[in-house]
């Protein structure tokens, strides 16, 4: 491992207002921001008794402080205050009490550490010319690999495991096996490596993306910043001006595993719904090589080319350039010397800083040790050779080693699906937040059944099990429930159509679905309005629509981009609405995430807390703040502040694959109750909604693409119809914020037309 590398330490989404523990190159360390977001990097080990300082606090003068006893560390690695003896100077009372820090810049999305003593001397993070530019889309991915980073590195470094391991044949070519001829071209900073070839399309959608025998580009960079490869292929065929472009950030975690890091660029089938499988299609290979380096040995890379081992020419080019680069860094003296490393568990690790530069002496850790490159023993890469085959005459036939499989085994078959043209047509029907747990389900159950395909009738069988084992007739001859649209009305529910006039309304996730009709009832009462969501381009256009919808001036109502999970934007958000409206009178904690959709045993950590924060946390963090804010405004007994949380009728009427989900909304109506209790007396009444399945866009969208599924629901709601945003969510969140229900508090209410009967 090296350091004066940087390493993508993190996705910039991923660090909030907490901070992160991270494991790189064997060391602990702590990724936190600071109050304008400026991102820092310090040693995670408390240099005073060893705590992790990110399970620490974090102040708002940009210190962190050890969950220990309390010393506070800046950005800097400076100790800036010893709690117990705060009268005095640091120094006086723990003399050469600091920490390591590291050099940190954010971009392209991501978080860059110079793990390293001199960050001058690395090399630069390279340009990313797709980042800005409005023409390209692009989805992330992360996730370890059991296998070092450079075995992690070496499944992707040659062009022959292309139809060896992924079955991308170079068509045109006499052995398709054999890459045609490509340059590799070393740079200061990294290689380059550029092919051009006939390569069959894929299966499904993706054969429409080019003609059948148009040649493609290949280009092929490797930067040593990130230790990133960027792949690029005109997938539309040369002259199409359509790339699929994707880096791989390349971070050790230690000697035996490595985070995997994915960005996955296009400029073509630019909507929404193709992002699940332009993903689905890149990880195909990823999960390939993946399984590949896993399988490995020696389990820990060599420090080297084994100056003993067998080097070809189509296999090994591109892999000697790399390990040029590696003994680049060998004889700068940046190399660590893994011979010397205590175990983990035994001594603290910890990676040279600037800091130690300045002030060589007085750390209480050790760094990690580095091969001096006087020491340095192992041949140079340029002393190793391969064949020169292109000089040598072949001997053998053309078709010599072609011979019958004992077992079939499809070259795709490692970690990877393919699917007919109709039943990937059948996925992308459906709405494109559903997308992923179909193909999740689909492969799982196309793998065990010991198939590589994914069959419309496999889909079908799927979906008719989710059914409770009836499949749909074809004919439409099985029964199904009468179902009506709600019957409009003359008049509006509250005598006076202006009774919340002067009330101040906060909907999170109100830009779309049930947040949207209530946050749009709301403001047809009089009520001034502010709408939440994460992302601002769909926030505005809702606004525009809600403006619309209400007949209001564009002052009466208002957008705030928020990310619920934050304790910071829910302080933002409220401070928002006072100061534009003057006070605050209500808020509705709306935003739903509803997870992956998978049995329990198959349910990530990472989606059931993505859940739970969402859900939970995000209620939580809602109602803290608004009630702090009726507070300030002094909330007493007899005063009518609401706040409403919105439950589930699946924890009423549970269903498969939603255990996440369901705990986390029966979570939600303990809040409620609990909060209820504390605040009633103080004029803060506090109630849930519990809805059944109403008509929003994305329930609409699921119910065309699955109708049995519109059916199963449709048997569940004993009314005769499904749910109306504004009419049914609307009106009961006005009846909850009126003076009309002053009498509820703590309580659960169900709208959801008797699905919980």
């Given amino acids: 491992m090296y350091i004066n590398v940087w390493y993508v330490a993190a996705f910039s989404k991923d660090l909030t207002n907490e901070p992160v523990k991270v494991r790189m190159l064997g060391a602990d360390l702590v990724l936190f921001r600071e109050m304008d977001g400026t991102v820092r990097c310090i040693s995670n080990v408390c240099p005073h008794r060893g705590s992790s300082l990110a399970e620490g606090c974090l102040y708002k003068d940009g210190t962190l402080a050890c969950p220990f006893h309390g010393y506070r560390f800046n950005g800097q690695g400076e100790c800036t205050l010893v709690p117990s003896r705060r009268d005095h100077e640091v120094q006086v009372v723990a003399p050469g009490m600091r920490t390591d820090a590291y050099a940190v810049v954010e971009k392209y999305g991501a978080i860059w550490v110079c793990l390293g003593d001199d960050p001058d001397a690395a090399s630069p ?44 044949l170079f068509q045109g070519n006499e052995n398709p096996i054999q890459a045609p001829e490509h340059h590799v071209t070393a740079t200061e900073h990294g290689f380059q490596s550029v092919m051009q070839v006939n390569s069959a399309p894929s299966e499904g959608v993706w054969q429409e993306m080019r003609e059948k025998d148009a040649k493609v580009e290949s280009i092929m960079k490797y930067f040593v910043a990130g230790f990133t490869l960027r792949g690029q292929v005109e997938i539309g065929g040369i002259g199409s001006n359509e790339f699929n472009i994707f880096y791989e950030f390349t971070t050790p975690i230690d000697e035996h595993r490595t985070m995997m890091r994915h960005m996955f660029f296009r400029n073509y089938r630019m909507e ?16 390939q090589d993946k399984a590949l380096a896993e399988s490995q040995r020696p ?6 080319p084994d100056p003993n081992g067998v080097y070809t020419h189509d296999e090994d080019k591109i892999m000697l350039t790399y390990w040029g680069l590696m003994e680049n860094m060998r004889n700068n003296g940046w190399q660590i010397d893994r011979s010397k490393l205590q175990d983990p568990d035994q001594a603290v690790r910890i990676i040279p800083s600037p800091n130690r530069k300045a002030m060589p002496d007085g750390w209480v850790y050790e760094a990690m040790p580095l091969i001096h490159p006087s020491a340095i023993t192992e041949p140079s890469v340029s002393d190793l050779h391969f064949v020169d085959i292109e000089s040598i005459e072949p001997t053998r036939s053309k078709d010599y080693g072609k011979s019958e499989p004992v077992v079939p085994r499809d070259a795709k078959s490692n970690a990877t699906m393919e699917w007919e043209a109709e039943a990937l047509a059948r996925v992308e029907k459906a709405p494109g937040f559903i997308q992923p747990m179909i193909i999740k389900n689909a492969e799982k159950a196309a793998k065990e059944s010991g198939s590589n395909l994914v069959t419309l009738k496999l889909l079908e069988e799927l979906q008719a099990k989710q059914n409770g084992g009836a499949v749909p007739s074809s004919d439409g001859s099985a029964p199904k429930p009468k179902m009506v ?3 409009e009305t003359k008049g509006l529910g509250m005598a006076n159509n202006k009774e919340l006039d002067g009330k101040v309304v906060i909907v999170t996730g109100g830009t779309m679905g049930i947040g949207f009709g209530m946050a749009t009832r709301l403001a047809k009462y009089g009520a001034k309005v502010v709408i939440a969501s994460r992302h601002s381009d769909t926030g505005e256009a809702a606004l525009t629509r809600l403006t619309d919808a209400v007949g209001c001036d564009a002052g009466y109502v208002a957008y705030f981009q928020m990310d619920i999970t934050r304790e910071a934007d829910n302080e933002n958000v409220v401070k928002f609405a006072v100061d534009k409206y003057g006070r605050l009178d209500a808020i509705i904690n709306n935003a739903v995430f509803p997870g992956d959709f998978q049995l329990l045993a198959d349910e990530s950590l990472e989606s059931f807390e993505q859940v739970m924060r969402t859900n939970v946390t995000g209620t939580y963090l809602g109602m803290r703040f608004a009630i702090k804010q009726f507070l300030a405004q002094g909330a007493e007994t007899g005063d009518n502040y609401s706040i409403i949380n919105i439950s589930s009728g699946a924890t009423r009427d549970t269903g498969m694959r939603m255990a996440p989900y369901i705990a986390s909304k029966l979570a939600v109506e303990g809040l409620t109750q609990a909060a209820a209790l504390e605040y009633s007396r103080q004029g803060i009444r506090i109630n849930t909604l519990l809805f ?3 008509e929003t866009e994305k329930a609409i969208q699921f119910h065309d693409a699955m109708p049995e599924f519109r059916d199963k629901n449709a048997a569940k709601h004993h009314v005769g119809r499904f749910g109306d945003p504004e009419h049914d969510a609307g009106e009961a969140a006005a009846y909850l914020i009126s003076e009309r229900s002053t009498f509820i508090s703590g309580t659960t209410m169900h709208i959801d037309g008797g699905m919980c009967l």
């Fill in 125 to 168: 993070i390279f340009d990313m010319p797709e980042w800005d530019n409005d023409n390209f889309r692009f989805t992330t991915n992360e996730e370890i690999w059991e296998a070092d980073y450079h075995t992690s590195k070496f499944t992707n470094l040659d062009y022959v495991h292309l139809p060896v391991v992924h079955g991308i």
């Fill in 485 to 487: 649209k709600r019957k």
């Fill in 272 to 287: 929404d719904d193709f992002d699940t499988e332009h993903t689905r299609r890149n990880l195909q290979n990823v999960h």
């Fill in 692 to 694: 059944g399945v109403f």
């Fill in 299 to 304: 389990k820990v890379a060599p420090t080297g």
